[in-house]
C-alpha cells in the first residue's frame, strides 16, 4: 500500500458548488464533455447533485468512446442477424473485454481489435505503443495468453510534412512496446489518403490462447470478497485520456481537448501478463477486469455492474505516482498496465504472494457488498455513492438522426469509365503503369515499416507479413493454430457503406482462407466522422447494416470490437471527415499449421491458376487513384455466396496439398498479386490474357487492374493440376489456367505475353524505394 499526501477532496472540479451562476459553457460537467440534458440525468438519477468525483466518473464513461451512446441503436443489428448456427463455436461474444472461440481439441482463443486514433495524433509514440498495451491487456482479463498481435495504421499524404511527424513515431510505438513485451506482430495494414491527415487510424488487435477451463469474465459476485488493484502505479497521465480524446472533434489546429496522452511501460506489461496468468492457473481469482479507457471509473463501475452486490472502495488506498492527484483525477487517470481482480477473503494472502513473487504492487481497495450500490471513500468521505449499472451500462443512448448525403448520387454518378479517365492500351502502357502502380504509396512495399516488428519471436509463427494472413501455432503437440487477416477500404466504404464493409469482410475472410483456415469469426473497429452529422450517421448505420447481414451469409459471427467516432479535423462534415473506414479482424482455424498456405511460389513448372471471374470494375481501385486522382462511381459487387464456396475450395486444396501457393486480390488487381508473388520468392512467372479476356468480356487493362472481388491467384504444383481442376470443376467454382511459374535467379522476369515483360530487380526497386526514400534519413 502506499503513504502520501492527500489532496483535498473534489480540489479538481470545487467549482460545481457554484454551477448555478456559471455560464453553461464554463460549468464543470460542460467542461468534461457533458451535455446539459446528461448532466440533468445524472442529477435525476442521483436525486441530488453530484459530487466532483461522480461528476468525473460519469463524464469519461458516459463519452463516446466508453458508451456506445451513438452507435447501440445500429449495434444491435449484428445480434438479430448472428444465427444459433453461428454461436456454435462462440463461448463468450459481444459485451466482454473479448470475444472467445472453441478452435476444438479444448483449445480456445480470444481476440479483438481497437482503436487508438486521437492518441496517436497528438502523440505518436505513446498513443500507439498504450494502443498495443491496452488491447494485449483485454485479451489478459480473459484469462489468455497473448500470443500476436497485428495492426491497422492509416495516414494522410505519404509526402505531406505532418506523416514525417506521425508515421514514424507511430510504427516505432506499435514496434516498441511489441518487440519489449515479446509478441509477433503477424500482420495488418498500411493505407495512405488525404482524409486521414489530421486524424490517423491506429487499430491494434491482439489474439490470445487458453484451455476451455481458464476462461474468465469480468464480474464482481460474492459480498465480502475483496478488490484488488495491481499492476503500475496511477499517475496523471492520461487523464481522461482516450475517453475524451475519443469523443472530440479535432479542429483544424489540433484537437480541442489535449489530456495527457497514456505514458506505456511494455517491460511491466510482460511481468504482469506472467503474475496475471499464474493468478489464473492457482485458481486466485474471481473476477478481473484490465484498466483501459476510463481507468477505475471504468473497472469499478463494470465489475459491481456484472456483479450482484455492489462495491465499496477505498480511493485513498490506490497506489500513486503523484501524490498531489485528487479523487477525480484519480478515478480518470488512464495509467497504463493496471489490472483489478476480486479475491475471496480466504485466497487474498496467496494473490498477494504471487503479486509480490513477480514484484507487482498490490493493493486491497475495497470489498463487494450486499447493497446495490458503487460506494468511493477517499479518507473516510464518501465522494460517490451511486448505482454502477447507471454509470456502466445505462448511460445516454442517442438516435441519432441519418440521411444519405445530397453529394452521394452525384459520387456514384460519377463513374470511372474509359470516356471519363483515359486508360492505358499498347504493351508499353500497360508496363509503364504497372511500375508505377508498384511504386505507388498503398500499393509499395510495407517492409520498412514491418521489418520494425519481431514477426517471428516465441516460435510459433508461420506465416506473416507479407503473406496474406498471419498464421501462429497455438498447440505444439498437434499442429493446431489459427489465421488472422485485418482489412479495410474506405474508399469502396465511402462510394456505398454497405457494401464497403461487405467488401472488407470478404477480402480478410478470402485471405483467411488463402492461409488454409476455415474462417471463424470476426472482429471489427469501426472508424467514421462526427455521429452529430446525419451524413456520416447514414454512412455508419449502412456499413453496419451491410456488415451484419455478410456475417450472417458467410456464418461467422461479430465476437466483439470497437467504435470510433468524431474521426475528423474541424465541422465541416463530410467534408473534413475521414473515409469511412471499417476495419475487419477475420479469425480461421487451422488443423495442423503445417498446411498452411503462403502467397508466394518458391519453384518453376507450376500452373498459375485463376480463381473467379473479372469485370470492368475500377471504380475506387488503386489505379483511378493513383493515375488520375480520382474517387467516384460504384465500388465491385460482391458475391458472398461465391466468396464461401471460393473459401472452402482453398481450405481443401490446402489440406490435400493441391496448391503450393494462394494469393488474394484485392488493391492493385492481378498485376500487384503477380507482381508480389514473384517476389515473394524471387521466382518469375509468364501470364497469357488472351483466354481470360475472351472468357469474361474484358481487354488487358482491365484483366491487369481491376478489383472485382472473389479472386485468388494460386500456383498449383503440375502433378495435382488434374485433381484440383476436378475439384474446382465439381463445385462450380469459375477456374482458369492464366500462367506458369518460371526459375528463381539473375534473369527472372514477370513477362505478360504479347503486351510487355518486366525484371525482377526493376519491379523489387520500384516496389521498395517507396517509403525509405520518404522516411529515412
Not at 29 to 54: F, M, N, S, V
Request: negative net charge.
Amino acid at each position: 500500500m502506499s503513504t502520501h499526501t492527500p489532496a483535498r477532496p473534489g480540489a479538481a472540479l470545487d467549482t460545481v458548488a457554484r454551477a448555478a451562476a456559471t455560464p453553461e459553457q464554463e460549468q464543470p460537467w460542460a467542461a468534461l464533455g457533458l451535455k446539459a440534458d446528461e448532466y440533468a440525468r445524472i442529477r435525476e438519477i442521483l436525486g441530488r447533485r453530484p459530487t466532483g468525483a461522480e461528476l468525473a466518473m460519469y463524464s469519461v464513461m458516459w463519452s463516446e468512446h466508453c458508451s456506445y451512446k451513438s452507435s447501440k441503436v445500429h449495434l444491435r443489428t449484428f445480434g438479430q442477424h448472428t444465427t444459433d448456427e453461428m454461436k456454435k463455436h462462440l463461448m463468450v461474444g459481444i459485451g466482454e473485454n473479448a470475444g472467445v472461440v472453441d478452435i476444438g481439441q479444448g483449445w480456445a482463443v480470444t481476440f479483438k481489435v481497437e482503436s487508438h486514433n486521437h492518441p496517436s495524433f497528438i502523440e505518436p509514440y505513446q498513443g500507439a505503443a498504450t494502443g498495443v498495451g491496452g488491447i494485449i491487456r483485454d485479451i489478459m482479463a480473459m484469462g489468455a495468453r497473448p500470443i500476436a498481435v497485428m495492426d491497422s495504421l492509416r495516414f494522410g499524404e505519404v509526402d505531406h510534412p505532418d506523416t514525417a511527424r506521425v508515421l514514424p513515431g507511430v510504427v516505432s510505438g506499435v514496434g516498441g512496446y511489441g518487440n519489449c513485451i515479446g509478441l509477433p506482430n503477424i500482420g495488418g495494414e498500411v493505407f495512405f489518403d488525404p482524409s486521414y491527415q489530421g486524424n490517423p487510424l491506429v487499430n491494434a488487435l491482439c489474439v490470445g490462447a487458453m484451455k476451455h477451463e481458464d476462461v474468465h469474465l469480468a464480474n464482481a459476485r460474492g459480498a465480502g470478497n475483496l478488490v484488488v488493484l495491481f499492476g503500475a502505479r496511477t499517475g496523471g497521465d492520461g487523464i481522461g485520456g482516450v475517453s475524451v480524446l475519443a469523443s472530440e472533434t479535432f479542429e483544424d489546429t489540433g484537437p480541442s481537448k489535449r489530456p495527457a496522452v497514456q505514458v506505456g511501460d511494455p517491460f511491466q506489461e510482460k511481468v504482469l501478463i506472467e503474475c496475471c496468468l499464474e493468478l489464473f492457473a492457482a485458481g486466485l481469482v474471481e473476477g478481473i477486469q484490465d484498466l483501459g479507457g476510463a481507468g477505475l471509473s471504468c473497472a469499478t463501475s463494470e465489475l459491481a455492474s456484472a456483479g450482484d452486490g455492489g462495491m465499496l472502495v477505498h480511493l485513498d488506498r490506490v497506489p500513486l505516482r503523484d501524490p498531489s492527484l485528487s479523487p477525480e483525477e484519480i478515478l480518470m487517470s488512464e495509467s497504463q498496465e493496471r489490472m483489478m481482480a476480486v479475491v475471496t477473503p480466504a485466497n487474498v494472502e496467496a494473490f498477494l504472494a504471487v503479486t509480490a513473487k513477480w514484484d507487482v504492487e498490490a493493493a486491497v481497495l475495497g470489498e463487494v457488498t450486499d447493497g446495490d450500490h458503487l460506494v468511493v471513500q477517499w479518507h473516510g468521505e464518501t465522494v460517490v455513492d451511486v448505482p454502477p449499472r447507471t454509470v456502466a451500462h445505462e448511460g445516454p443512448v442517442y438516435e441519432r438522426p441519418y440521411a444519405r448525403p445530397a453529394s452521394q448520387d452525384a459520387l456514384q454518378a460519377d463513374a470511372p469509365t474509359p470516356g471519363r479517365l483515359p486508360r492505358p492500351g499498347t504493351g508499353e502502357e500497360l508496363r509503364a503503369t504497372l511500375l508505377r502502380m508498384v511504386a505507388s504509396p498503398n500499393l509499395c512495399s510495407r517492409a520498412w515499416v514491418t521489418d520494425q516488428y519481431d514477426r517471428y519471436v516465441l516460435g510459433n509463427t508461420t506465416l506473416a507479413t507479407p503473406d496474406d494472413a498471419g498464421v501462429v501455432r497455438v498447440d505444439e503437440e498437434t499442429g493446431l493454430g489459427v489465421a488472422l487477416a485485418l482489412d479495410g477500404n474506405g474508399r469502396f466504404t465511402k462510394l456505398d457503406p454497405a457494401t464497403g464493409a461487405q467488401l472488407s469482410l470478404a477480402e480478410a475472410y478470402r485471405n483467411v482462407a488463402t492461409a488454409g483456415a476455415r474462417p471463424l469469426a470476426v472482429t471489427d473497429c469501426l472508424n467514421f466522422g462526427s455521429p452529430e452529422d446525419p451524413g456520416v450517421m447514414w454512412q455508419f448505420a449502412e456499413a453496419v447494416r451491410g456488415l451484419a447481414l455478410a456475417c450472417e451469409r458467410l456464418g461467422v459471427p461479430v465476437t466483439g470490437g470497437n467504435v470510433s467516432l468524431y474521426n475528423q479535423t474541424g465541422d465541416r462534415g463530410l467534408d473534413s471527415a475521414v473515409l469511412p473506414t471499417p476495419v475487419i479482424g477475420v479469425l480461421g482455424v487451422l488443423d495442423d499449421v503445417s498446411r498452411r498456405t503462403p502467397s508466394g511460389w518458391r519453384q518453376a513448372g507450376q500452373a498459375l491458376y485463376l480463381l473467379g471471374t473479372t469485370r470492368d470494375e475500377l471504380a475506387g481501385s488503386e489505379w483511378a487513384w493513383v493515375e488520375h486522382r480520382h474517387l467516384g462511381g460504384l465500388p465491385p459487387r460482391p458475391d458472398l455466396a461465391h466468396e464461401a464456396l471460393l473459401a472452402d475450395v482453398l481450405v481443401n486444396c490446402s489440406r490435400d496439398g493441391l496448391v503450393d501457393a494462394a494469393h488474394d486480390l484485392s488493391e492493385g488487381g492481378l498485376a500487384q498479386a503477380l507482381v508480389e508473388g514473384c517476389l515473394r520468392f524471387g521466382a518469375g512467372a509468364r501470364l497469357w490474357l488472351e483466354e481470360l479476356c475472351e472468357r469474361d468480356g474484358i481487354d488487358p487493362f482491365v484483366a491487369l487492374f481491376s478489383e472485382s472481388a472473389g479472386r485468388v491467384l494460386v500456383a498449383v504444383p503440375r502433378e495435382e493440376e488434374v485433381r484440383f481442376t476436378d475439384m474446382c470443376t465439381a463445385r462450380g467454382l469459375a477456374h482458369l489456367r492464366v500462367g506458369v511459374t518460371e526459375e528463381v535467379g539473375a534473369d527472372a522476369a514477370v513477362d505478360v505475353q504479347g503486351l510487355f515483360a518486366v525484371p525482377l530487380a526493376e519491379l523489387r526497386e520500384a516496389h521498395t524505394r517507396t517509403l525509405p526514400a520518404r522516411f529515412e534519413g
